[in-house]
């Protein structure tokens, strides 16, 4: 039986959602895939009808942000500018919903594509090419970093290599982000958190968004260690808040990677069982970094591992139960709109 929605007038940002169509993808894949590839096949297609009718599951969602996974590239273009084929594939999506004809809400609202930082200042005209076929909406660039040594925490899908963040090459590319007026997006494991607080360092006036509170892992060697390693996330959480340039995204729990929970997809947990996996985690982001620079997120097709998406938002809404009306604004849209240059989207 569905949950009763709690709080269905709130008004909330979604801030990191992706789009993308896996079927072509999936007979690269050996059986049986991995855990995390399980995850995404229940949800292989989803594009703007999958969007839309999670968003029609009962919560105020005004509105979306859409954020990079590698979907849709240009087939035949130079490899530095195959991302630009996702930019363009959103923004009209985006296009199609700011059409007013498929309800209010305004999806894919702002834009984060992908750009090879490694490229250094090459990678100048392909940030102009996607701030182009943003049309207005583009917002800034993800160039992932999650690593680990196992190779079986994240499947044969990534190959990052170790260190990214450090490489002169990247940080050469990711100079010109501030001086373009784009936010990065920094996506790693719970290990690789040094790295963001050192890139965050090297860089104060850079605005930067942690995704998926860090990423905590409980898979493959990881798995049964999240109290374990709970001390070690938390003191780096801590550390990375005391750069203010630093935002951070609280979600990403219910992907398989972080097993909370281990089984899915969608397995069918509700919204209180959820919390209180979460609590630890998302009561720490929010003590150490403050509401204005927290924002809740869905994280979906991904976190449809660990609940849908209405049970989702009623689990974050358990979490902010002792917010104030600011905070639960800030948390739920405001800082996300602040964050990604937005604020027109929310209501008056």
């Not at 501030?178 to 965050?200: K, S």
């Not at 049964?224 to 979600?251: D, P, T, Y």
């Not at 009623?314 to 964050?339: I, M, Q, Y």
Request: hydrophobic residues 45%; negative net charge; aromatic residues 10%.
């Amino acid at each position: 039986m569905p949950e009763e929605i709690l709080e269905p007038d709130l008004p909330i940002l979604d801030p990191h959602h992706h789009l993308w169509d896996l079927r072509p993808l999936l007979g690269m894949f050996p059986e049986p895939r991995h855990k995390f590839l399980e995850g995404l096949t229940h949800k292989a297609d989803y594009t703007f009808e999958g969007l839309r009718a999670d968003l029609a599951t009962g919560h105020n969602i005004v509105g979306t942000i859409f954020m990079e996974c590698g979907a849709f590239y240009r087939a035949d273009a130079d490899p530095a500018f195959k991302p630009v084929g996702e930019v363009e594939f959103v923004n009209g999506v985006a296009a199609q919903s700011a059409s007013g004809l498929y309800g209010d809400a305004r999806l894919c609202a702002a834009i984060i594509g992908h750009a090879d930082m490694t490229l250094g200042d090459e990678a100048i005209p392909v940030l102009e090419a996607l701030i182009a076929a943003g049309n207005g909406r583009f917002r800034g660039i993800r160039h992932q970093g999650a690593w680990d040594a196992d190779p079986d925490v994240l499947g044969p899908a990534f190959h990052i290599p170790p260190g990214l963040y450090a490489e002169q090459s990247f940080r050469a590319g990711f100079a010109n982000l501030r001086r373009m007026g784009l936010t990065f997006d920094a996506w790693v494991l719970e290990p690789q958190l040094p790295d963001v607080i050192a890139l965050a360092s090297a860089f104060p006036n850079q605005p930067i968004c942690l995704d998926h509170c860090g990423t905590p892992v409980n898979i493959a060697s990881y798995s049964g260690k999240l109290e374990e390693n709970f001390s070690r996330w938390q003191a780096n959480i801590r550390e990375l808040a005391k750069c203010e340039n630093v935002s951070v995204k609280l979600g990403g729990l219910a992907m398989a990677t972080c097993g909370m929970p281990e089984d899915g997809p969608a397995a069918g947990y509700g919204s209180e069982a959820l919390a209180a996996m979460w609590r630890p985690y998302i009561e720490t982001c929010i003590e150490a970094f403050g509401a204005t620079r927290c924002m809740f997120e869905s994280n979906y097709p991904v976190d449809h591992w660990g609940a849908d998406y209405a049970v989702l938002w009623n689990s974050f809404k358990r979490l902010a139960v002792g917010a104030s009306a600011d905070e639960k604004a800030a948390l739920f849209a405001g800082t996300a709109a602040r964050f990604y240059a937005i604020e027109k989207i929310l209501p008056a």
